[in-house]
């Protein structure tokens, strides 16, 4: 499974990437306003500093809504660097503009999707990734197991029709999150470093290795 970092600031991209375990990044354009970055020159080179920092695949986010837009919005994204994938929200006009960049070769992360349906039209288009969203689903359904649940229906249909198109799964609160997908077999998790380091942590860890350093300091004052 891919780990990628769902950040749009540079010093937790980079202390993610310092773990050695980063596979990619993923942006939105909420992450970029966080930090405070206006006008498209500067977005634009905000995103060519991400590139700069990870190996792997990064996402970027078109802002228009209609087909035209995104796919002139799209070409101006992937001409910052080879690494970036050209976000496109799951909308009839982003539809039409997935088809056009399968066809055209730019890879894709067909966005904010919430159902199998969704996820199963962004395949038929050609999509490189789609990214549905567990937290959000969650929240929404009131259901603690509504985004992972979407998750098996979106894999179990991929799998059906042996799509090409990557499971980005997105929208991750905690670490039962990754595990869970790591359970499906989405390809990819994108998290905050967060909940990315979180995975690492187990009350019986702490508890057990300050036992082996309060024996050894036993002996070894
Ligand atoms: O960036 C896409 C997705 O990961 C956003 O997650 O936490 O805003 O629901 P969140």
Known sequence: MKFFI??????????ANNFGIIDGATTNPSLIAKEGIKGKKNIFDHYKKICDIIEGDISAEVISTTTKGIIKEGHELSEIDDKIVVKV???????????????????TNCTLIFSAAQALIAAKCGATYVSPFIGRLDDWEKDKNAGIKM?????????????????????IRNPKH?????????????TPLKSLLELTKHPLTDVGLKQFLDDYKKNNP
């Open 6 to 15: 769902d950040s749009g600031n540079l010093d937790e991209i980079k202390s």
């Open 89 to 107: 929200p799951m909308i009839e006009d982003g539809i039409k503009a997935l088809d056009y960049f399968s066809k055209n070769k730019i890879k």
């Open 151 to 171: 998750i098996k229906d979106i894999k179990n249909i991929f799998t059906n029709y042996n799509y090409n198109t990557e499971i980005l799964a997105a929208s």
């Open 178 to 190: 990754i595990i869970e997908c790591a359970k499906v077999g989405v390809n990819v998790i994108t």
